[in-house]
């Protein structure tokens, strides 16, 4: 099975697609990563490892690799309880937070996160149910904040808190974080999701946890995470453009711009990025999306984005399975466009100085000038398939490991196309497989030629290092040029 289009598609699994069922009719419709959202589940973890299970036996079925993502709640910061479940508070009134644990009124609340007091300072901004309340810091004192309220709203009980102004002295991996991550890598997940990254040591920090484990995507949704944003992509294996709570903590009008940075420091990185939240929001509770949507998941895939992301749609919608095929239908029509090429290159990605990016960059440069029918990337680790992704070639990358972990992690990346198969006796076998499989998944037929890449000696993992080119003849045998 081979998708029509080279941006991937990750949808959330939730009530309304978890059963096995759904699951399969949700890769055949284009699904290419499966999330598992761990902010709704609690030990033992029942419904997340069938749902694991069901995604890997739809794998065997269709026999096409699929990645799973697990994504952490992260630290999650909330009021206490309030008298009567809500008060209404007013303009410019001051308002207390505190560490006495009782209820609170219309003028107090308790705050049960000493981290927050530690940390914040006069002139920073509190923002309580996803910034439906505004409030400024005042004055701090032990164990008291008082804030003046700048948006006035109705205070609920346990509504969230977000501070974008703040960065906290927390560990990124709280004690239910550390849990569900346990359960994750023993399950076998390929990718993994911090929430709530401030900084690049925060993503330091987990790798020390998950090692190689699991690939680490962070997730932006925090003002502090743009700051050191350099730092952020340089830690990660991968990103995530959150903007629910980007969008939150920052102002909104923000967002698309920070998006279409996240998106070009990515691509110049050679590292995935994943844009996600509200992208067909509307389909959760009818069968079509707005206009506004389907440009929005349009401008992603002009822009270059690894993969788009459904969350509520398919994980508690009544329309999972519309909502993937739409998602797949806009991205095929999209890169369709005669802009999407210029648009997709109006971004120059100049190769490192590394003897990767050098190949990557003569195997873009050799297709397109021989116009070629595909590259075929032989790689172990798949940092080889990732530096070709990152050039955004014009034409197909079928990518050649005999790692199912490898082939599981590039899932998202934009368009490669994985397949297992056993490392190339000689060079010889190297181009007669390449070949055949090029043939055999559709993408080269007798006559057309392909672009190899692999390194010397065959098998031996960071070693790409050597550009070969071969056709299919008339009667579909390879033959090297």
């Given amino acids: ?10 949808a959330t699994l ?4 978890n059963s096995p069922e759904v699951i399969e009719r949700l890769f055949a419709a284009g699904v290419d990563m499966f999330r598992l959202n761990m902010s709704h589940s609690r030990p033992p973890h029942d419904a997340a490892k069938a749902a694991y299970q069901a995604i890997r036996t739809a794998e065997a079925r269709f026999s096409r690799p699929i990645g799973v993502l697990c994504d952490l709640q992260g630290p999650k910061f909330r009021v206490g309880e309030i008298g009567g479940g809500r008060a209404e508070l007013f303009k410019d009134q001051i308002f207390r937070f505190d560490q006495i644990e009782s209820e ?4 107090r609340a308790f705050l049960p996160h000493p981290q927050i007091f530690e940390a914040i300072e006069p002139g920073h901004t509190l923002l309580i149910d996803d910034g439906k309340i505004r409030m400024q810091v005042m004055d701090r004192k032990p164990g008291v904040i008082d804030a003046k309220v700048i948006v006035p709203g109705p205070i609920l009980s346990r509504k969230g808190v977000s501070m974008p102004d703040t960065v906290l002295p927390i560990d990124p991996l709280t004690e239910k974080d550390k849990a569900d991550l346990d359960f994750a890598l023993r399950l076998g997940v390929d990718w993994v999701a911090l929430s709530f990254v401030q900084r690049g040591e925060d993503v330091r920090a987990a790798r020390k946890i998950i090692g190689d484990r699991a690939a680490i995507m962070s997730k932006i949704e925090k003002p502090s995470a743009i700051s050191d944003l350099d730092d952020v992509i340089a830690a990660s294996d991968a990103l995530m453009v959150a903007r629910g709570d980007l969008g939150v903590e920052m102002p909104i009008e923000r967002v698309p711009l920070l998006q279409k940075e996240i998106t070009r420091k990515c691509r110049a990185a050679g590292k995935p990025v994943v844009v996600a939240t509200q992208m067909l929001e509307s389909m959760i509770s009818s069968p079509v999306p707005t206009r506004a949507e389907v440009s929005d998941v349009a401008t992603a895939v002009f ?29 095929i029509e999209a890169e369709r466009d005669p802009m999407y090429t210029p648009l997709v290159h109006a971004t120059q990605t100049p190769p490192l100085a590394t003897g990767a990016d050098a ?25 080889t398939a990732l530096r070709v992704a990152r050039e955004r070639p014009n034409l197909p990358v079928v990518v050649l490991t005999p790692v199912l972990s490898t082939a599981r992690r590039l899932a998202v990346a934009w368009g490669l196309h994985c397949v297992l198969t056993k490392d190339p006796d000689d060079q010889a076998d190297m181009v007669r497989k390449a070949c055949e499989i090029a043939a055999r998944e559709e993408f080269c037929k007798p006559g057309e030629g392909i672009v190899i890449t692999a390194g010397v000696p065959l098998g031996s993992p960071g070693t790409t290092n050597m550009i070969r080119i071969a056709r299919l003849d008339a009667r579909g045998a390879p033959v090297a040029l």
């Avoid at 009544?318 to 806009?330: K, L, N, Y």
């Avoid at 440069?365 to 032989?378: E, F, K, M, P, R």
């Fill in 303 to 331: 822009d270059g984005a690894d993969a788009v992301m459904l969350s509520a749609e398919s994980a508690a919608g009544q329309f999972p399975i519309e909502a993937v095929s739409m998602m797949d239908r806009i991205a």
């Fill in 104 to 107: 609170g009124s219309a003028q």
């Fill in 1 to 10: 099975m081979r998708r029509n289009r080279r941006v991937k598609i990750v």
């Fill in 359 to 383: 190949i990557a960059a003569a195997t873009h440069a050799v297709a397109s000038t021989l116009n070629l029918a595909a590259i075929a990337c032989y790689t172990a680790t798949g940092s």
């Fill in 14 to 17: 939730g009530p309304a697609s």
